[in-house]
Each structure stands twice: as structure tokens, then as C-alpha cells.
């Protein structure tokens, strides 16, 4: 018997209707489409990070480790930088996929660092990215880009 999550995805893939997944969403969603999900050697990505996403730079904020190291079948890499090769995706026509937290804002983020991150992240990575919280986000236009996605997709089923 399959996981009930994946076979939700599953079916809401083979249905055409459009989902967005961030994140764990991203990795699960990636995982049951046929992908590979691994904790990267390369230790975590924590803060502020600049991605590129269909060739336009955005600063979104991350917490994460575990990354989509195998794309799944009919998926293209629409997001990335050096840490993250695979941190946005497009899977099919309705799927759309990124690692970093366009929902996260510098206070979240910075709990997050003192409540979940010390004692379990090394200090100096913790402080770097504490440091650099003031950065600006494009949170907006990635939000922007999510709704244009679903506004597409829906219209499309209407037809």
C-alpha cells in the first residue's frame, strides 16, 4: 500500500489540476512523481539566499537540508543557485515546486534560529544568517508568480 500523501499527489497530477508544493510540499511531491529526496552532504541552507528562477534573481528564505536530488519524470529545473541545484521545478503542465519558504519573513526565521537551530546547526552558520535577516525578500514576486501559475492552469481546465 503507497502513502496516502503520495497517492493524493498522484491523483491530483493525473487529474490536471494545478498544485504548488514549498518545501517538504516540494520534496514529497517530487518524491512521489518518481524523484529521489536525500539530506545533502553539503550541510544546510539557513536564511536568506539568492536563487535563480526562470532566469530572474530571487532572495527567499531557507531551512532546509534534505533536497530533491533526482528530478522526477516530465520536470524541469526552473529555480536553482550552487546550493540548491534542483530548488524550483515545474512537473508536467500543473505542478509547480521550491525548496525555500516564500512564506517565511526575517522574524520567523530568526525563532527559528534560536529555538530549532542552536545546539543542532553550527553556531557561526547560525550567525551568518542571522546577520544577513535584514536582507530584502521577494517574497511578493514569487507569491505574484504562484497565483499567475494557478489563474493559468485554472482557466485552462474551464475550457
Not at 535563480?52 to 534573481?57: A, K, S, V, Y
Not at 521550491?98 to 553556531?123: M, N, S
Amino acid at each position: 500500500m503507497d502513502p496516502p500523501l503520495e497517492d493524493l499527489i498522484r491523483d491530483i497530477q493525473a487529474s490536471g489540476r494545478p498544485m504548488v508544493g514549498i518545501c517538504f510540499g516540494h520534496q514529497i511531491i517530487a518524491q512521489a512523481l518518481g524523484g529521489k529526496v536525500e539530506k545533502f552532504s553539503g550541510g544546510w541552507a539557513v536564511g536568506p539566499q539568492t536563487y535563480e528562477i526562470n532566469g530572474t534573481p530571487m532572495t527567499l528564505m531557507a531551512w532546509h537540508q534534505d533536497q530533491v536530488t533526482t528530478l522526477p519524470p516530465d520536470s524541469r529545473v526552473i529555480g536553482s543557485n550552487d546550493f540548491c541545484a534542483n530548488a524550483a521545478l515545474v512537473i508536467g503542465e500543473n505542478i509547480l515546486t521550491i525548496q525555500p519558504h516564500p512564506e517565511f519573513e526575517a522574524d520567523f526565521v530568526g525563532g527559528l534560529i534560536e529555538k530549532r537551530g542552536r545546539g543542532t546547526l553550527p553556531d557561526a552558520q547560525l550567525d551568518q544568517a542571522q546577520a544577513a535577516l535584514t536582507t530584502p525578500l521577494d517574497n511578493h514576486a514569487f507569491a505574484t508568480m504562484m497565483a499567475q501559475f494557478f489563474s493559468a492552469r485554472m482557466a485552462e481546465n474551464q475550457t
